[in-house]
Each structure stands twice: as C-alpha cells, then as structure tokens.
C-alpha cells in the first residue's frame, strides 16, 4: 500500500475523485511549509516554494498498486507533466513514506493559489 497525498481534482467530491474508487481515505492533511499550488486551468500543480508558510491542503490516501499505476497514467508521469515523489505532512498526519505528484512544466502566467484548490 502507498500513502498518497491529494490537494486537487482527486480529492472527495472533485472530477478525477473515481480514481480512488475502493482505497481508503485516511483523512485531511496538509503539507509542511515550503509547498504552493499553481492554477492550471482545470487542475491545480503543486511545487516546492521556499518562501511559503502555510502547506497546502488536501487529503491523505491508502491506495493499493493497481489504483497508484492508474493514476501515474492520469497524473501525466510518462509525459514529464508530474513526477511522483515524498512530501512532509504536518502533524497530525505526519508520517513517513507519503507521496504525492509534483508539477514539472512551466509555471509562467499561471496564478498562485496558495494553500487550496479550488481557490
């Protein structure tokens, strides 16, 4: 089982939410400081951003190997759009071992959302 963090359109209620049909929702999170999200138009990209304070915000996850390879194929992974590495959550969801997908294109004349998404 791999512990995956949600901050965009996978999150409970949002359009790519099916995805995760069948895994278990261990609860909200939020990151440590240092990370912001981007506006990409339908969907949101998280990044490492040095001078943030705040984290963002979304949901931690248990997913099995089968759901985490459908949704590399959804996140863009073969296509260099996101890579899928660790991140630090704070407490209480603070555990060692979660990943998430960080955006790697271009951000220029992309808005800031900060913590959440939707904004």
């Not at 981007?38 to 001078?51: A, I, R």
Request: aromatic letters at 10%.
């Amino acid at each position: 089982m791999t512990r995956l963090f949600v901050y965009g359109t996978l999150k409970s209620g949002e359009s790519n939410h099916a995805f995760l049909a069948g895994q278990t929702l261990v609860g909200p999170a939020r990151t440590g400081p240092g990370f912001t999200l981007f506006s990409l138009g339908d969907y949101p990209g998280l990044v490492t951003f040095p001078s943030d304070r705040a984290g963002v915000a979304g949901e931690l996850w248990s997913i099995d190997a089968a759901c985490l390879a459908r949704i590399d194929v959804l996140e863009g992974i073969g296509e260099g759009l996101y890579r899928r590495g660790p991140i630090s959550l704070a407490a209480p969801a603070a555990a060692p071992g979660v990943e998430t997908y960080f955006y790697l294109r271009d951000l220029i004349n992309r808005p800031r959302l900060g913590a959440m998404w939707p904004g």
